[in-house]
């Protein structure tokens, strides 16, 4: 009885992914309804074309219109799991904290370190997946391509760097961590959201990276105190990865250099969970 009740509280931890793509559908399936009605209804010739694969290629090949059905999807997932967080874990008597309360400048000098370092970590296990598997990086690339991330706009940058961190965070490190923490120790609970967060992110290659980002997510999260701490490191990740990857970023043959860079991103991933800890440490003297 009482692993069967175990094993129950383990897959209630499974809810908020669940509720997540289950509200990405929806969105999606409206998005679509709603544009081929509006197509439909400027030209009624089209109804006779519907089922045809040119004219389901030519939705799917719409990146602005997919990005935007993205930022939808987050801001609603974000509402929705939003008020779950809400509900279920913010204390509702106890007084607002101050910014010095969750955050103070040792612990964003140690996100910053911390976020500089996992991006060139996550470039090269890329490229270490790639190397396993050439089918994945290209699987990965055509995915980025058609979501519009080959041209920065303003919708692209609005849910990368605001919706995407804010609705995630909500998912998997306010809301299946905090229930993950009471069903397992915690180190087993960070790998559990961890793992969810690259599964549902849909390839090999993203869900790999994806993976070991969520873990110092789940870090930061639980060693902060905070979910505004994860959410503000998740925006500083996609915020170098949306705009700073592509010109600070080593496309060289040398071996050396390869080595070296990484090295140095082990080396500032390290320096920025020394500062994070220091700083989380200090904030009763702030």
């Not at 089918?135 to 690339?141: C, D, H, P, Q, V």
């Amino acid at each position: 009885m009482k692993i069967l009740k175990q094993i129950g509280r383990v897959l209630f931890c499974l809810l908020p992914a669940l509720l997540a793509l289950a509200i990405q559908f929806l969105v999606v399936l409206a998005g679509f309804v709603l544009k081929i009605v509006i197509l439909v209804s400027k030209d009624p010739s089209l109804v006779s074309r519907i089922a045809s694969p040119d004219f389901i290629y030519g939705l799917l090949g719409d990146s602005q219109f997919l990005m935007l059905l993205s930022a939808i999807y987050g801001i609603v997932s974000a509402l929705v799991l939003g008020f779950w967080y809400w509900k279920r874990f913010v204390p509702k008597k106890k007084p607002r904290r101050e910014l010095s309360d969750i955050l103070n400048p040792g612990m964003f000098l140690g996100l910053v370190f911390l976020m500089v370092g996992m991006q060139y970590i996550s470039t090269y296990l890329i490229a270490i997946m790639a190397a396993i598997n050439p089918s994945w990086l290209l699987a990965y690339e055509n995915l980025m391509e058609n979501a519009g991330f080959g041209n920065v706009t303003f919708v692209l940058a609005l849910y990368s760097v605001l919706v995407a961190p804010i609705s995630e965070e909500l998912i998997f490190r306010g809301v299946t961590l905090r229930y993950a923490a009471k069903a397992m120790p915690f180190f087993l609970a960070n790998i559990f959201q961890a793992f969810l967060f690259g599964l549902f992110h849909g390839n090999v290659v993203q869900g790999a990276y994806a993976f070991v980002v969520g873990l110092f997510c789940g870090y930061v999260c639980m060693k902060g105190g905070s979910i505004y701490l994860s959410i503000l490191f998740h925006m500083l990740f996609n915020l170098w990865g949306t705009f700073a990857s592509d010109f600070l970023s080593y496309t060289g043959d040398s071996m050396f250099a390869h080595a070296g860079i990484f090295a140095g991103a082990v080396c500032a991933a390290a320096l920025g969970v020394f500062l994070y800890q220091k700083g989380a440490g200090k904030r009763s003297l702030y």
